[in-house]
């Protein structure tokens, strides 16, 4: 029996973990497995890796290595974020947010309403734009921390962070960003940036997962979110991941050696896969603004079907792809993103995201530009849903 091709467009939702990373975590399962806060040498020696590890994601984000503490992952990471800045200041219970979040942002915003926090879930343009005067406008006295992503998951929609920082920094506000979806795609720099808070996950760019941290700029107040053990200086309790922070490190050095393949080689294929297929298959619409966007993200409409649909004949081909956050897959409603910016039900229903990561080819995007088009054809042929022009498809430009 032939092996199915394995087309794999679904690197927002994670990657695959790089061989060179593979390699880096395998002696710490093999022979420095000990419990890097031992007493004996076996085991506190394998504090010197941790803290190479800590330098290598430092140096990708131009941090202080002692600004990072190792978390289990980017939901972690964020939930800390928020919690410290409330902690830090418990007269002030106003958060701000945006209605385009992650689930880990704005799930953990609805818990803190239901606990008695007054919340402001910012709504976007139909571009998936945000609109930074109506930002600033809703910063009061009260408000602890602004919590806003830096790239859409699921549009790849760019947010100013740096803009939105200094707006925060002027008001005397805490901001953290979700940059998740940003490393390996764009240079970060957290000293020009100037948030206080910054998360990343591991799993987004060739490691494994199960692991994120979280970039608390120097001066900024922090209180822990795990209580245990003296970890992490005692900024985060429980006993180190070692082998995943390694993976972690090296991760880190490969996504700085291939920003520019991310940026150029794979920008391209990206534009290529969303051209044609906007050109060869009618009535379908890019959801989101064009640029500033993600290089490696592409969100398209097909008007007429259901995206489960189109995903379910995909995989019978080998294609792997979305309709949203893997973090909301299996739920009924249409993904929030595309509602927030204004897309009517059924034109959500029928969004599909394809991303891209180094590990895609011209092959990958031949074998789905020769799948699809048939795929949609097929399935408005049996769709009783008209698939007339919606009057003002968001995003189209």
Request: glycine share 8%; hydrophobic share 40%.
């Amino acid at each position: 029996m032939e092996t199915r091709k394995l087309c794999y467009l679904d690197n927002n939702a994670t990657t695959r973990v790089a061989p060179e990373v593979i390699a880096a975590m395998l002696p710490f399962f093999e022979q420095h497995w000990g419990n890097a806060s031992s007493a004996y040498s076996f085991g506190n020696q394998v504090t010197q890796h941790i803290d190479h590890a800590r330098e290598q994601l430092a140096a990708m984000i131009n941090a202080d290595p002692r600004e990072i503490i190792f978390t289990s992952c980017g939901t972690e990471s964020t939930n800390t974020a928020i919690h410290s800045a409330l902690l830090a200041n418990p007269r002030k219970r106003h958060v701000i947010t945006t209605v385009v979040e992650h689930s880990a942002t704005l799930n953990y915003a609805r818990t803190l309403k239901g606990q008695g926090y007054d919340v402001t879930f910012l709504p976007v343009e139909p571009d998936g734009t945000l609109d930074l005067f109506l930002l600033e406008k809703s910063i009061r006295s009260d408000t602890a921390i602004v919590s806003v992503m830096w790239a859409n998951n699921e549009t790849g929609v760019l947010f100013p962070i740096d803009e939105i920082a200094a707006i925060c920094r002027s008001h005397e506000v805490a901001f953290h960003t979700d940059a998740v979806q940003v490393p390996g795609k764009l240079p970060i720099d957290v000293r020009n940036i100037g948030a206080d808070f910054l998360s990343l996950s591991a799993h987004k760019l060739h490691a494994p997962k199960g692991i994120g941290l979280l970039h608390i700029k120097k001066q900024v107040k922090f209180h822990p979110y795990i209580i245990g053990g003296q970890q992490e200086r005692g900024r985060r309790g429980g006993t180190e991941n070692v082998p995943y922070i390694i993976g972690f490190g090296r991760a880190a050095e490969l996504a700085m050696a291939t920003l520019d393949e991310e940026n150029i080689r794979v920008r391209k294929l990206r534009d290529r896969l969303e051209t044609t297929i906007l050109a060869t298959i009618p009535k379908t619409v890019r959801n989101g603004a064009r640029e500033p966007r993600l290089p490696n993200t592409v969100n398209l409409s097909f008007i007429g079907v259901e995206a489960e649909a189109v995903l379910l004949m995909l995989d019978r081909v080998g294609i792997c792809a979305s309709s949203g956050s893997a973090c909301t897959t299996g739920s009924l409603k249409p993904s929030h993103v595309l509602t927030a910016m204004g897309l009517k039900a059924k034109l959500a229903q029928g969004a599909v995201r394809f991303s891209l990561s180094i590990y895609n080819t011209e092959a990958d995007i031949d074998h789905a530009l020769e799948h699809l088009p048939g795929i949609i054809q097929k399935l408005r042929g049996l769709s009783p849903v008209s698939v007339g022009k919606p009057k003002s498809p968001a995003g189209k430009s």
